[in-house]
């Protein structure tokens, strides 16, 4: 399939067949597909959790508003950014470019100080909004993966985030959960997988200047 007939192919999915895990390759290029994902900067501040254990999830479900693809589907994946985050991880991020791309500590510094100064500067609620934005970034690139590797997924704003913490002791991992993300391969039953996808027409959402 071409990107948009895989986008096509694609829906939310509300029942995933249990029985169908994801290849040890598939988790791989979501991985690292996350891991390429555009962010502020540069500096990659988010995570993502994946579970496979099943205990843990069904102790989700309820957090999630009784929605069965938590646990039904192959993964869960969660989508974190840090609970605390100031100059020290942003001078950290530096030091990477230096030792990857050799560039001289004299060449950054103006951009690493300036950076430095700007997060400590920030409130923890001004840093936790932005973080939670960028994991949408890595949502929307996730999604278009999944899409082109036939992976079934369906994204979820709908759980209670403190619950899901707690669950997964994100705390001990100095994070906080933003979006859920199950993914795995649609049931056969699904009401949804041969329902017509419904978008307004390119003239009514596309505007060109």
Not at 118 to 143: M, P, V
Request: with cysteine; aromatic share 8%; net charge neutral.
């Amino acid at each position: 399939m071409n990107i948009i007939e895989s986008l096509q192919w694609r829906y939310a999915t509300k029942k995933f067949d249990s029985t169908k895990k994801l290849s040890k390759e598939q988790l791989q290029v979501i991985k690292e597909a996350f891991n390429l994902t555009a962010t502020s900067y540069g500096l990659q501040a988010l995570s993502l959790v994946i579970v496979e254990n099943q205990n843990l999830r069904e102790q989700l479900v309820p957090h999630a508003f009784n929605q069965r693809q938590v646990a039904d589907a192959s993964h869960l994946l969660v989508l974190c950014y840090p609970d605390h985050f100031d100059g020290k991880d942003v001078a950290n991020y530096f030091d990477r470019i230096v030792s990857e791309r050799k560039t001289p500590e004299e060449t950054i510094k103006p951009f690493r100080d300036f950076l430095i100064n700007d997060f400590d500067s920030k409130s923890t609620k001004d840093k936790h909004a932005s973080f939670a934005k960028q994991t949408y970034i890595a949502l929307g690139n996730l999604l278009t993966v999944c899409a082109l590797e036939k992976i079934d997924s369906c994204p979820m704003e709908g759980f209670v985030p403190s619950k899901v913490d707690e669950v997964l002791d994100l705390a001990s991992k100095n994070l906080k959960s933003a979006l859920l993300l199950p993914v795995g391969f649609r049931a056969e039953d699904d009401f949804m997988a041969k329902e017509k996808k419904v978008r307004k027409p390119l003239s009514e959402i596309i505007i060109e200047i």
